[in-house]
Structures are given as structure tokens and as C-alpha cells.
């Protein structure tokens, strides 16, 4: 079946790191894959998404790379700020007329 | 340009009664898609819609649970004689008709359901 599995949380970083968020996919298409990006009591916000082999999104600092030979899509931001602090979702969607699958979430929290 | 609507925001009931989540989609999506997120958990698919149509249901409980997205008004959650277990936040989704797998969808705060 369809799925996606990311990295376990939460994670904690200093002001100004490096972030990887890892995220691998099983899927039985050609998937499109997302990150979606959850704040404190508010509902999920698309953050990029790619929809072939190769092609990179990217928003806001974050990038992630659709890698077919690694099933991966994984979420990195040179230099993290405390309002990046949030918990991020890794999804997918196989075709059309069919639901998008998400991972459990990483919660990220950024500290000054 | 309202985003996606839900309402209530919070919403408390006790065992065995009724709960009615209401979704308004962006405007020009013709498809919603309900999720539920329980505590410490991701968000698990309960039911795909387009407007009179049920697409995918694969995700709902078989009993106390149905949705309906009408021609005219919002799409509604039903959950009939709530039991404790159904405490969670439900989030509504909406998007274009299908421009194929890269349509992404757009949610909206959810409903935090409690039930007492």
C-alpha cells in the first residue's frame, strides 16, 4: 500500500542550525510528494511539494528533493529560526481521486 | 480570499449526543476531504468528497460516522452517540477538481472535539 515514514521526533535545535527532517515513501504509483507544516492550534499549511523524480521544492528557506532511487523526500533548512518552530508533515498522493497519506509529524523546536 | 472554514472551533459534548463539524471549502474547490488527528498522533483519512459524491470512504468507522457535502452549503462530519474515544481534532481539506496527483489541498484550524 501507500505510505510515508518520517523521522521520529521531537527534535530540538539552537538558532541558526542546520535541519533535516528525514522522510521515505511506499507507494504503488508515481507519487507527487509534499511537506506540510502544522503551528501551535492551527491547521496545516503546504510548505513545498514536488511531483516528479528530481525536481526540488522549496519555500521559505526549506528544500526537499523528489529522490526515486531512495523513495525519500527529505525536508532541510540551512539556518533555522525560533518561528520555525512547529511540526512538520511528510505526505503523498498516488493519483487523482485518491486521499493524500502523512506521516506521524516531527515536531521541531528551535531555541535562541 | 477566505481560506478553508471550519466551525465550530471547539466543540464539547457529552456521551451519546450528536456532533455536527462544518467545513466550507475555498471558494472554486468542488472537493473536501476530512482527517482526524488524535493526540501524539499524525493525521489519519477519514472520508474524500466532491459535491454529491462520496469518492473514498475507505477511512470512516462504520457506524455513528457520515459525511455528506451538499450542492449548496457546507460539508458536515457527523458523529452520531459520541463516545469518549472520538476526542480529537478534525480537520477539513479542500482543493481544485482534480488537475491531477500534484493538486495540493488546503486546510483549514479544524474542530477540537471533546467529549465529556
Known amino acids: 500500500g501507500d505510505s510515508v515514514t518520517q523521522m521520529e521526533g521531537p527534535v530540538t535545535l539552537s538558532e541558526e542550525a542546520f535541519l533535516t527532517i528525514n522522510c521515505t515513501y511506499t507507494?504503488?504509483?508515481?507519487?507527487?510528494l509534499f511537506w506540510y507544516v502544522q503551528y501551535p492550534g492551527e491547521g496545516l499549511q503546504l510548505l513545498l511539494k514536488?511531483?516528479?523524480?528530481?525536481d526540488k521544492g522549496s519555500n521559505k528557506g526549506f528544500e526537499a528533493t523528489y529522490r526515486k532511487e531512495t523513495t525519500s523526500f527529505h525536508l532541510e533548512k540551512g539556518s533555522v529560526q525560533v518561528s520555525d518552530s512547529a511540526v512538520y508533515f511528510c505526505a503523498l498522493r498516488v493519483n487523482t481521486g485518491n486521499q493524500f497519506y502523512f506521516g506521524t509529524g516531527t515536531s521541531l523546536t528551535v531555541i535562541p | 480570499n477566505a481560506g478553508v472554514m471550519q466551525n465550530p472551533r471547539h466543540l464539547v459534548r457529552r456521551r451519546g449526543q450528536e456532533a455536527r463539524l462544518r467545513c466550507s471549502p475555498m471558494?472554486?474547490?468542488?472537493?473536501v476531504y476530512w482527517y482526524r488527528q488524535l493526540p501524539e498522533e499524525g493525521l489519519k483519512f477519514m472520508v474524500y468528497l466532491q459535491k454529491e459524491n462520496i469518492i473514498d470512504e475507505s477511512g470512516m468507522p462504520k457506524e455513528r460516522f457520515s459525511a455528506e457535502f451538499p450542492k449548496e452549503g457546507p460539508s458536515i462530519l457527523r458523529i452520531q452517540q459520541v463516545v469518549r474515544g472520538d476526542s480529537a481534532a478534525y480537520f477539513c481539506a479542500s482543493s481544485h477538481r482534480d488537475r491531477g496527483r500534484g493538486t495540493e489541498a488546503f486546510f483549514g484550524q479544524g474542530t477540537r472535539l471533546t467529549v465529556v
Open positions: 514536488a511531483t516528479k523524480a528530481d
Open positions: 507507494a504503488t504509483g508515481y507519487p507527487s
Open positions: 471558494k472554486g474547490h468542488s472537493h
